[in-house]
C-alpha cells in the first residue's frame, strides 16, 4: 500500500472520527423519533424540511440507517411527500457515504479484486446498476451496499441513479406508518392491511416489468464463462 493510501485513509478515519465526536449522535435519534416529529410538524414552516434532510442525511452518513429516516419522513410528511423527502434524505447520506469509502480504500480494493478474481471485477462492472437496483429495491442493509458499490468502478452518478428504487419500499412504510399512528397498531382496519398487501404486490410487478422493459437492469443473467487462471 503506498503512502498516498494511506494518507487517504487516515483522512478518512479522522473525518469520521471527528463527525462521530462534534455530532450528536443519540440527539439526532431523538429528532427523528416520531412522537417528538409530529410535535415538530404540528408547528408547521418551511424549516422543519430542511432540519428533517439534514438530520436524517448526517444519521446515514454515519449509520447506514435508512428504516429511522423512512419513518421519520412518514410520521412528519404523510404518506405521500415523506418517502420522497426520505429517499431524497438517505441518498444524500448514503452518497456522502459512498464518497468518502471511496476516496480512501478504493484502489487497492479495485487491484486486489482485478488480480485475485478478474471474473467478478468485470462483472461488476457491467452490472453494477443492475445490481445496485435491485439491492435498493429490496432495502438491503444500506452500509453494506455503499460499501460494496464505493469498491467498484461504479461512477456516482451511477450510484445516484439508483436510488429511486427505493421509492415502491419507501410508499410501503409511509402507507403502514401511517395506518399504525392513525389507529394504532391493533386497530388498523382491515382494508389498510389488504391495500398494504396490494402496494407489495404492484411494487414486486413493477420491478419484474421494468426488469422486461430494460434488460439491462436484470442482474440475474447468465455469468460469463469462467476464463482459465481465475480464481474459483
Same mark, same amino acid.
Given at each position: 500500500m503506498s503512502r498516498a493510501q494511506i494518507t487517504r485513509i487516515l483522512v478518512l478515519a479522522a473525518a469520521v472520527g471527528s463527525l462521530f465526536l462534534f455530532v450528536p449522535l443519540d440527539a439526532l435519534r431523538e429528532f427523528l423519533d416520531p412522537e417528538a416529529l409530529r410535535a415538530r410538524g404540528d408547528a408547521g414552516g418551511i424549516g422543519i424540511v430542511f432540519a428533517y434532510l439534514g438530520a436524517a442525511a448526517l444519521i446515514t452518513a454515519m449509520t447506514g440507517q435508512q428504516a429511522l429516516p423512512m419513518i421519520g419522513a412518514a410520521t412528519l410528511f404523510g404518506a405521500w411527500l415523506g418517502p420522497v423527502l426520505g429517499v431524497l434524505a438517505v441518498a444524500i447520506g448514503a452518497t456522502v457515504q459512498f464518497l468518502?469509502?471511496?476516496?480512501?480504500?478504493?484502489?487497492?480494493?479495485?487491484?486486489?479484486?482485478?488480480?485475485?478474481?478478474?471474473? *467478478?471485477?468485470?462483472?461488476?462492472? @457491467?452490472r453494477g446498476l443492475a445490481v445496485l437496483v435491485l439491492l435498493r429495491f429490496i432495502w438491503f442493509p444500506m452500509g453494506l451496499t455503499n460499501m460494496g458499490a464505493a469498491l467498484t468502478s461504479m461512477g456516482t452518478g451511477r450510484f445516484v441513479l439508483a436510488f429511486p428504487a427505493m421509492l415502491p419500499q419507501a410508499l410501503v412504510w409511509a402507507f403502514a406508518t401511517d395506518a399504525i399512528v392513525t389507529y394504532g397498531v391493533a386497530?388498523?382496519?382491515?382494508?389498510? +392491511?389488504?391495500?398494504?398487501? /396490494?402496494?407489495?404486490?404492484?411494487?414486486?410487478?413493477?420491478?419484474? +416489468?421494468?426488469?422486461?422493459? +430494460?434488460?439491462? *437492469? @436484470?442482474?440475474?443473467? /447468465?455469468?460469463p464463462a469462467r476464463e482459465d487462471g481465475e480464481l474459483k
Open positions: 468518502g469509502i471511496r476516496f480512501a480504500f478504493r484502489e487497492p480494493a479495485q487491484a486486489f479484486l482485478e488480480r485475485r478474481a478478474p471474473a *467478478l471485477a468485470s462483472n461488476l462492472e @457491467s386497530n388498523v382496519p382491515p382494508g389498510r +392491511w389488504a391495500a398494504l398487501g /396490494g402496494m407489495i404486490l404492484a411494487a414486486v410487478a413493477g420491478y419484474f +416489468w421494468a426488469v422486461r422493459r +430494460w434488460p439491462e *437492469l @436484470s442482474a440475474l443473467r /447468465g455469468t
